[in-house]
């Protein structure tokens, strides 16, 4: 059944999941879940130009289109499936990417990085789950040099069945901190899940990239048979900050002659982020300059560590997503910028279990501990902690009260779990 998907997806090689989003020739693959099922827009989807419908339902109506229905057990299993035999058509490096905090901008300047020189194919976005990863296989072209791969978890046995039809052969745990504690069990459940990538490495004869100022990481990779190590000290590769006021610099010491490398980026914790594209970058052959110059022209989007000059104010909008480990880390990289006057607005953080209240205590506790202009806290268990600072029930809420404020000269930090839509306070 697959080899004969696999052929239709050979003469239709765009995969689509949604009617709103669908082009003219598509393959429709209906999947469902526990509040939408695309089966009941299946006909529509072909009446609206798809070549084929993949279903595991049977529609009622629409006898003449009939014929253009795939019928399978389970779409969503065959979505992988499919992606699994076009992984097996491609001899190419696939190069996945997991971590706690900062996977998604380490994939970015990643793909900067390779595109300047191999035929690179990326995740697009933030598709990084159950969905994304195959569709992200799926749009690999023949062509392709090289893929890199995003994979997102929040439970164990996540990363390790996407491993399966993903089959990296090389891999980067970015980090394994205090995010998503609920699903995966605490601190080391996230360890043991994020460490699925490497088991799969070890297994298959991989390559790790390794950042070596996690005792951890060392500890977690040990076996896989070929590491390379980035890092500050001790490593193949080391950097250090030259810079971090307004954006990140980084001084290359070893391992590449790319010299110091400005970046666009703002956070001294994007430091791992930038060596880790350096090493993979030497790794697969990229000239140091090609190497420096895709660093130093990347661009942070979608929320990311942005700087945004807006109303006299310096707006560091880093409001994609947060957990305890990148919540301290940006604030303590905030409290160390150089300015006269600074103001926090955070939102709460989401999937954190039962050390949920003891994670946003703990934030409210290095708040604490350096002086601030104003500290506004939205939504969340921020709401049901006794604290000296403003609260706001949602972001809509804290983006009223900053227009009436009218904040002015401000250094402004605005971070927040993805369901809290900080970015929403600069829509006032």
């Not at 595109?115 to 969905?131: A, D, E, F, K, P």
């Not at 995010?179 to 790790?208: C, D, M, N, S």
């Not at 946003?360 to 290095?366: A, Q």
């Not at 009223?400 to 900080?422: C, V």
Request: aromatic share 8%; net charge neutral; proline share 4%.
């Amino acid at each position: 059944m697959i080899e004969q998907l696999y052929r239709l997806y050979q003469q239709h090689p765009s995969i689509q999941t949604d009617t709103r989003k669908l082009k003219k020739g598509d393959l429709f693959f209906a999947l469902k879940g526990p509040n939408f099922n695309a089966n009941l827009f299946a006909l529509e989807a072909l009446e609206r130009g798809a070549a084929y419908a993949v279903v595991d339902e049977r529609p009622e109506e629409g006898q003449g289109l009939k014929d253009r229905l795939i019928y399978v057990e389970d779409v969503l299993q065959a979505l992988q499936a499919l992606a699994g035999y076009h992984r097996s058509q491609l001899n190419i490096p696939f190069l996945a990417i997991t971590g706690s905090n900062g996977k998604t901008t380490t994939k970015e300047l990643i793909h900067a990085v390779l595109s300047t020189t191999l035929r690179t194919s990326t995740t697009q976005g933030n598709l990084n789950n159950h969905i994304g990863i195959p569709l992200t296989i799926l749009a690999v072209p023949v062509n392709a040099e090289i893929a890199v791969i995003e994979m997102g978890a929040n439970h164990q046995k996540e990363i390790e069945g996407y491993c399966r039809y993903t089959r990296p052969t090389h891999g980067i745990i970015t980090n394994a901190g205090k995010a998503h504690l609920e699903g995966f069990g605490g601190p080391e459940g996230v360890k043991k899940g994020k460490g699925e990538l490497y088991q799969f490495l070890r297994e298959q004869g991989g390559t790790a990239f390794v950042m070596w100022d996690y005792d951890y990481l060392r500890e977690m990779s040990a076996g896989i048979p070929h590491i390379i190590s980035y890092g500050t000290k001790d490593a193949a590769l080391t950097g250090v900050l030259k810079r971090s006021e307004p954006f990140l610099s980084v001084d290359i010491l070893r391992g590449a002659a790319t010299g110091v490398i400005p970046t666009q980026l703002v956070g001294d914790y994007n430091l791992p982020n930038v060596l880790a594209a350096v090493a993979v970058g030497k790794y697969f052959e990229v000239p140091d300059d090609k190497i420096a110059t895709a660093i130093a022209h990347y661009t942070p989007s979608n929320s990311r560590s942005q700087l945004i000059e807006q109303g006299g104010n310096h707006i560091i909008l880093d409001a994609y997503n947060a957990n305890p480990s990148s919540m301290r880390a940006a604030i303590e990289n905030f409290a160390s910028l150089k300015a006269h006057s600074k103001v926090l607005i955070l939102g709460a953080m989401a999937e954190l279990g039962k050390e949920s209240l003891a994670e946003h205590l703990g934030i409210v506790e290095l708040i604490g501990r350096y002086p601030w202009s104003q500290v506004a806290l939205v939504g969340g268990d921020f709401q049901k902690i006794d604290h000296p600072y403003l609260h706001f029930t949602d972001s809509k809420e804290a983006a009223r009260w900053m227009k009436n404020a009218q904040l002015q000269d401000q250094y402004i930090l605005i971070k927040g779990s993805r369901s809290t839509k900080m970015e929403q306070v600069l829509e006032g």
